[in-house]
């Protein structure tokens, strides 16, 4: 009898060790005899570097180097395209310091070593650099303008690269269809946020010729190697360790960060350990991002829903630089058609060059991108055709007997894009049946149109701000008058876990009330009378025919049963769509 480890729940290894506080990451390293580094990074989006002064910041007392890109010489070395790729036609990637100019707010100008780090903060603050503040590109479709700022004054238009796939005909396929949908998507740009933001520490043997680091890295061999390249020293004799990562989800894959060349250059030169820690807003200024694009999507169907044939043309943001090169984007292109019948399918993208930090692979690497188009034709078609998206998700699935499917797309490595083996009905069915979809309509407060009278949660720090939402549903209105004379405010306490709350069930909504604040008894009551004052005024404006938007911190009273129960704060008023 085997036992099955997959899925299970099992104790983790490594939580005895960290929930005794006996982890250790980067900056629980303490090296005897270690300075401390901080960097000087661009106010500027993009700016021509006319010259750089270095010298107050080297006599203050308690520095031990200042490096700028002068300094570092031939070290001071564009970092390696990590996948190039035919139709990337201009790759440009990022020196550890900046030369002539800074491209996003945020790149790295100098680099200082000193006692502690406030000696280093300060000593950066001493440099005095000279810019010509240019004009700096933000938007995708003005990038690719005539006329446009450009990014790098050799790629032409912010251009880095363009490719486009085809799979069947799709021009024929629109040619006969009934009917042709057209969406523009937006996908915002993200910022990983790890609790842990990145780090190095250095160290450098000169008797052994041996450099050891410590990385918040998700990628320690290849550093290593790179390390060893970079300083010209044999791969064994370069260490990079990789402690216990706080958070990652591929903003610390990178390869390489500034950082993780100066830090080791620095503990070479000095001959003394060196420390350096990101801070938050360094992370937001200079950390890989990711998503990133506009999508302009268009799909042809038969009477029935059914997907003939899509063509999507998209812009990729790809900030500064391209290390990672088309990777993101080209993911998106090829994970787009997911589990659907795309029989007739084109796609061409851009990868536009922007004054903002650069975009590399990043919780899901392109292919959230591409689900959230899709899902989101697939929600066009069904409200067009006035069916639920669920069964213009059947009729269009692959079928299990169609496996192997070949979806016709060349991946970001090279080879096909080929499904060997599925059943997605089944697995839709089996989602279906986990989430009660049977009667999930019917336990859900929806009008005619499909408005949804959901209750979102908000708690702000004064009453006067926390917010909830009211849809101009008949059924609510008279719930909420019910609800009005119901209530008192004995009636109300705080949740701190959505399982004990009745109305709503786990699989469908999610709250988070601080859990380091408890309210108490007196607050809770005089959040009940406001309660009971803002229920009236948003009724008598709702009999008016406003609109509102509100979010709310729900809680609940034991004597009000699966009734809604909620603390209002603050209306704005919203325009119905047609």
């Given at each position: ?11 983790r290894n490594?939580?005895?060790r960290?929930l005794?506080?006996l982890?250790?990451?980067?900056d629980d390293?303490h ?9 000087l ?6 700016a021509?570097i006319?010259?750089?002064d270095?010298?107050?910041a ?10 700028t ?6 070290l001071?070395q564009p970092s ?11 790759p ?27 000696v280093?903060?300060d ?7 000279r810019?010509?503040p ?7 479709e ?6 446009s700022?450009?990014?790098?004054a ?18 024929a396929?629109?040619?006969r ?6 969406e523009?998507l ?11 933001t ?7 043997d000169?008797r052994?010729?041996?450099l050891?680091?410590w990385i ?6 290849p ?19 990789a402690?216990?990562?706080?958070g ?23 001959g003394?350990?060196v420390?350096?820690?990101e801070?938050?807003?360094?992370h ?14 268009e ?6 829903g059914?997907i003939?044939?899509?063509r999507n043309?998209f ?15 080209l ?6 058609p ?5 029989r007739?399918y ?27 188009v899709?899902?989101?034709?697939i ?24 496996f192997?499917?070949?979806?016709g ?23 279906l049946?986990?989430?009660g979809?049977g ?20 708690l702000?720090?004064?009453s006067?701000k926390?917010?909830?939402m ?6 609510e ?18 949740v ?10 786990r ?10 604040t ?6 809770i ?8 004052e ?12 406003h ?9 609940v ?7 809604a129960?909620?603390?209002?704060v603050k ?8």
């Amino acid at each position: 009898m085997t036992t099955r480890m997959i899925g299970a729940r099992i104790p983790r290894n490594e939580d005895p060790r960290l929930l005794r506080g006996l982890g250790c990451f980067v900056d629980d390293v303490h090296l005897e005899g270690v300075l401390h580094a901080a960097g000087l990074r661009s106010p500027h989006g993009h700016a021509r570097i006319l010259s750089i002064d270095a010298s107050r910041a080297r006599a203050l007392p308690g520095v031990h180097l200042v490096l700028t890109a002068a300094d570092l010489g031939e070290l001071n070395q564009p970092s390696p395209l990590l996948i190039p790729h035919p139709a990337l036609t201009q790759p440009r990637t990022q020196r550890p310091l900046a030369t002539d100019r800074v491209r996003y707010m945020g790149e790295m100008v100098a680099f200082v070593v000193a006692e502690d780090r406030y000696v280093a903060e300060d000593a950066a603050e001493l440099i005095d650099v000279r810019y010509e503040p240019l004009p700096a590109v933000t938007e995708l479709e003005a990038a690719l303008a005539a006329g446009s700022p450009l990014v790098h004054a050799d790629v032409p238009a912010n251009r880095a690269g363009r490719l486009v796939q085809r799979v069947g005909d799709p021009d024929a396929a629109f040619a006969r269809s009934a009917r042709v949908l057209r969406e523009r998507l937006w996908i915002e740009r993200s910022c990983g946020c790890p609790i842990e933001t990145r780090g190095v520490v250095a160290h450098f043997d000169p008797r052994a010729g041996t450099l050891r680091a410590w990385i918040s890295t998700q990628a320690p061999l290849p550093i290593k190697n790179g390390l060893a390249r970079i300083f010209g020293l044999p791969e064994f004799q370069v260490e990079v360790i990789a402690p216990d990562i706080g958070g990652a989800f591929g903003s610390k894959i990178m390869l390489f960060y500034p950082e993780e060349i100066l830090v080791p250059c620095a503990a070479m030169r000095l001959g003394r350990p060196v420390k350096w820690i990101e801070d938050r807003v360094e992370h937001l200024q200079s950390t890989s991002q990711e998503r990133g694009q506009l999508h302009d999507v268009e799909v042809a169907i038969d009477e029935d829903g059914r997907i003939l044939g899509l063509r999507n043309r998209f812009l990729h943001d790809a900030g500064a630089y391209t290390p990672y090169g088309l990777v993101v984007p080209l993911i998106t292109s090829t994970q787009l058609p997911g589990p659907y019948r795309l029989r007739n399918y084109s796609v061409e993208f851009d990868v536009v060059y922007t004054n903002k930090v650069q975009v590399t692979p990043y919780r899901g690497a392109g292919r959230p991108h591409g689900a959230f188009v899709m899902e989101r034709v697939i929600g066009l078609i069904a409200r067009d055709l006035g069916i639920e998206p669920v069964e213009v998700r059947r009729r269009n699935l692959i079928q299990p007997d169609e496996f192997p499917w070949d979806v016709g797309l060349t991946f970001q490595d090279g080879g096909p894009t080929r499904y060997d083996s599925g059943n997605y009905p089944a697995g839709l069915d089996m989602a279906l049946s986990m989430i009660g979809y049977g009667d999930f309509r019917a336990r859900l407060p929806v009008s005619p149109r499909g408005e949804l009278g959901l209750l979102s949660t908000k708690l702000n720090e004064t009453s006067e701000k926390l917010e909830f939402m009211l849809d101009r549903l008949e059924t609510e209105h008279a719930e909420l008058e019910k609800l009005e004379r119901r209530l008192t405010p004995e009636d109300f306490r705080s949740v701190d876990d959505l399982g004990k709350l009745p109305l709503l069930e786990r699989p469908t909504v999610r709250a988070s009330i601080d859990a380091g604040t408890v309210v108490a008894s007196l607050a809770i009551r005089i959040l009940g009378r406001k309660l009971l004052e803002l229920l009236a005024v948003a009724i008598e404006h709702h009999r008016h025919e406003h609109r509102h938007r509100l979010n709310l911190l729900v809680v609940v009273g034991a004597s009000l049963g699966r009734a809604a129960s909620c603390v209002v704060v603050k209306m704005q008023r919203w325009r119905s769509p047609m």
